[in-house]
């Protein structure tokens, strides 16, 4: 096949509309590949949550976090949001979601929801980098139990490192 031939073929409509039929295909074979790949993990992950973990994080979250969001994450009025349902929570790697609750955030923060204050380690300085891991662990395992919740970000979840992992913060 010459130069001219090649033009010709690359100036036909016919080709460009099966060049782009080939690209879409591969985009969306790709893109579903990759859902795939998502979900699998995300259910693997699902399934690692510590149990012991999750219901020392439950004692913790009880004793700190429930007077603004209920004892069992539903939230309550004008106090915090419900953490069941939470896309921030949902979305959020754990190493994140334990950053944020170590430090918390102002009610001016462009982030939130509600307009309300989260003080640092949930008003409890003497929560540790640990506690607060299983409180993330427990938050998990919440979100995995409640019909509707979004499902847990697909990145290595503090219910299946060790305790000493958990206080290595990249970025810190």
């Known amino acids: 096949m010459n130069r001219s031939d ?17 690209a879409v295909i591969v985009v ?12 699998m993990m995300s259910t693997a992950q699902a399934a690692t949550i510590d149990p012991q973990r999750a219901g020392h994080g439950q ?5 700190t976090c429930a007077s603004c969001h209920g004892k069992s994450a539903q939230g309550l009025p004008h ?4 953490l069941r349902h939470s896309t921030f929570v949902s979305k959020q790697p754990d190493a994140a979601l ?3 609750l170590r430090t918390g955030r ?8 509600l307009g309300l204050p989260m003080p640092p380690r949930g008003g409890n300085a003497s929560l540790s980098d640990d506690n607060l891991a299983d409180i993330v662990a427990f938050l998990r395992q919440v979100q995995r139990e409640t019909p509707g919740a979004s499902p847990a ?8 490192l060790s305790r000493a ?8």
């Open 79 to 82: 106090q915090g949001a419900d």
């Open 98 to 100: 334990l950053k944020f």
């Open 106 to 113: 102002t009610p001016d923060d462009k982030q939130t929801v």
């Open 59 to 63: 004692d913790l979250f009880v004793q």
């Open 153 to 160: 970000t697909t990145q290595p979840t503090y219910s299946t």
């Open 28 to 39: 969306v074979v790709v893109g579903s590949v990759w859902l795939i790949q998502r979900s």
């Open 6 to 22: 090649l033009q010709a073929l690359e100036s036909s409509p016919l080709a460009r509309q099966a060049a782009a039929l080939v």
């Open 165 to 172: 992992a958990a206080t290595v913060m990249p970025g810190d």
